[in-house]
């Protein structure tokens, strides 16, 4: 896939790169290791002012950012404007809570028969981030924030398409005062992953994107004894019980199926809805998934933007065509569309059976199942019946049921009564085929710290030496 930015929108190609060569490639890790060695070095006060400034700049540069990521990936560009406002909040979340999350913590010394004993938090080296499109600033950033603040240095491979993108945000970090080489974004295709994470200065690696892609990046890392975190897909359950607000559970059904034109990894995608209200939610959530209004992303007046490549288009239309041909109906959308861009309308398909792609697949564009279920324990059994498990949500006011969800639902988020997304406050990520480890929160910084017993005694000559071999 070459490296350009083309403009979903209308499928122009507007910037192409030449990918950096193998010199150019070891002088970034170089630089890397070196402003590593720099910044571990540096007060946590120090990087919470250097971020501090990032966000700074990233609310300044609102406008242009979030005009380049339409441009690039096709969101719409509120959507956009407000994915660069929630990167400046999640430097700022970061900058003012790391000198908490980063501190040492105290044990019981008299157990361990210390005079001191605690949990000291320190960076690792330089972190290799492969990280994909769909959010091509919030992605990265929910990373590189809580990595950069440990003492970390970030080596981003992004995704092809949004090259602009990623060169912004080496452009952000050195600006706000980072030291040179701390987060550099490496110009590779994906052939080049696996030379970088093998170099033995290269730590870690961070991946959001396919189970293919993932899968990969754990079996170089394993083999290398090397640290991961992984956020692969997900096809979100979206379950609708008969206590629930329907008209909210629609409202917000809608928005959670299209946000981001339908290409979110969180995006509700499978709409289980008990046969007492499914007539109804059906006829609600399909009006508003009609109403939605397809178009120029960079309109104020645009719902849903086009897809971001012609291929990923292609392949929606796909699994939609195939559960069609299996005897599946489309309540509204379903048609692929003529002209220039890669637009697919909201579409919501019912009548879903194990054999159709739909079942089991995930869907990544503006496209709703609906499954009719008729029980508590048939939901649960359907949400939970694939290989996926990165969020949920849950529609119900009786409590018994809340707690019996928060508690069934086998995935790494639970969402009762709202739509699934990520908060800097809460810990982030999945189970299952979905992924491992934790972004976000104290967990996510910690993700890529060596986490260092300390223990001290009182320094008597063989005090306490060989009592016990581990």
């Not at 507007?14 to 060569?21: E, R, V």
């Not at 189970?211 to 379950?239: C, H, N, Y």
Request: hydrophobic share 40%.
């Amino acid at each position: 896939m070459p490296i350009a930015t083309t403009n979903p929108a209308t499928g122009q190609v507007l910037k192409t790169y030449d990918p950096m060569s193998d010199e150019q490639i070891d002088a970034a890790i170089e630089r890397a290791d070196l402003a590593f060695r720099q910044l571990r070095d540096t007060t946590v006060a120090q990087r919470a002012e250097w971020l501090t400034a990032a966000a700074d700049l990233l609310d300044a540069e609102r406008d242009s950012t979030a005009r380049l990521m339409t441009t690039e990936m096709g969101k719409t560009l509120a959507a956009a404007k407000a994915e660069v406002t929630k990167c400046a909040t999640a430097c700022r979340f970061y900058a003012r809570n790391a000198p908490e999350m980063l501190a040492d913590e105290p044990a019981d010394a008299a157990s361990v028969k210390a005079i001191r004993a605690y949990v000291r938090y320190q960076p690792i080296g330089p972190v290799l981030a492969v990280m994909p499109w769909n959010f091509p600033l919030w992605q990265v950033m929910r990373f590189a924030a809580p990595a950069l603040m440990a003492g970390n240095t970030g080596l981003l491979k992004h995704a092809s398409n949004v090259p602009q993108t990623a060169l912004y945000l080496e452009d952000v970090f050195r600006r706000a005062g980072f030291p040179e080489g701390a987060f550099t974004t490496l110009l590779v295709g994906s052939d080049a992953v696996d030379r970088i994470l093998r170099d033995p200065r290269v730590r870690a690696a961070t991946l959001t994107g396919s189970e293919p892609a993932g899968r990969s990046i754990a079996q170089i890392a394993g083999r290398e004894l090397k640290k991961t975190v992984l956020e692969l897909g997900g096809s979100d359950p979206f379950v609708v019980m008969p206590s629930a607000d329907l008209d909210k559970a629609a409202e917000v059904a809608t928005t959670a199926r299209c946000q981001n034109n339908g290409q979110s990894c969180i995006a509700a995608k499978r709409f289980i809805v008990h046969t007492d209200v499914f007539d109804a939610f059906a006829e609600k959530f399909t009006a508003r998934m009609a109403a939605l209004r397809v178009g120029d992303p960079m309109d104020d007046d645009t719902d849903v933007g086009p897809l971001a490549s012609e291929r990923g288009r292609d392949e929606v239309h796909a699994q939609v065509t195939d559960a069609v041909d299996r005897g599946a109906t489309v309540l509204c959308g379903g048609e692929k569309p003529s002209g220039d861009g890669w637009y697919y309308p909201p579409t919501v398909v019912t009548d879903l059976r194990p054999e159709m792609r739909m079942w089991a697949e995930e869907v990544f564009g503006p496209v709703a199942g609906l499954y009719r279920v008729g029980s508590y324990d048939e939901a649960v059994e359907v949400a939970n019946g694939t290989s996926f498990g990165l969020g949920s949500n849950a529609w119900t006011s009786d409590p018994a049921e809340q707690e019996r969800f928060a508690t069934d639902l086998d995935a790494g988020n639970v969402f009762v009564n709202g739509m699934t997304t990520s908060y800097p406050e809460l810990p982030f990520g999945g189970v299952k085929n979905s992924g491992y480890g934790r972004e976000l929160s104290a967990l996510g910084m910690r993700e890529f710290c060596n986490t260092k017993t300390v223990w001290v005694g009182e320094g008597e000559a063989g005090a306490g030496a060989g009592a016990h071999a581990e």
